[in-house]
């Protein structure tokens, strides 16, 4: 069992920044993937970024390399996205989730089986 709690959303002006954080709790999590997904209304759940949990290897998706970063603190227990240059499409509900590392397939949505509540963040331009 993983448990996910996230905070950090907010409001933001175009081109600032804003940090996320996902505390994570798990006897062991050696063996799971972390990541952030967003999602807008009407819209499927966008994969933005994973982390391997031991090994601190990433992968991002096109829309947010170059600005976001994802980053995780083992010892505490502690996941993390950096989002930089913000942009008003940037606008969604961002969400922490963890996953069993089986297979490749990290940005599909229902490899997840852990996710947190969801925060809201909101770019204004």
């Known amino acids: 069992q993983v448990h996910l709690v996230e905070s950090g959303g907010g409001l933001v002006q175009a081109g600032g920044s804003l940090k996320l954080s996902c505390a994570v709790s798990g006897r062991d999590l050696n063996n799971y993937q972390t990541g952030w997904f967003r999602q807008t209304p009407g819209k499927e759940r966008e994969f933005i970024a994973v982390i391997n949990w031991s090994r601190g290897t990433t992968s991002y998706a096109d829309s947010v390399k170059g600005r976001f970063t994802i980053s995780r603190d083992v010892a505490e227990n502690m996941l993390y996205l950096t989002m930089n240059s913000l942009k008003a499409e940037d606008t969604a509900v961002y969400y922490c989730?963890?996953?069993?590392?089986?297979?490749?397939?990290?940005?599909?949505?229902?490899?997840?089986?852990?996710w947190s509540q969801g925060t809201q963040v909101t770019v204004s331009s």
């Open positions: 989730a963890a996953r069993v590392t089986v297979g490749s397939a990290y940005y599909d949505t229902y490899q997840y089986n852990y």
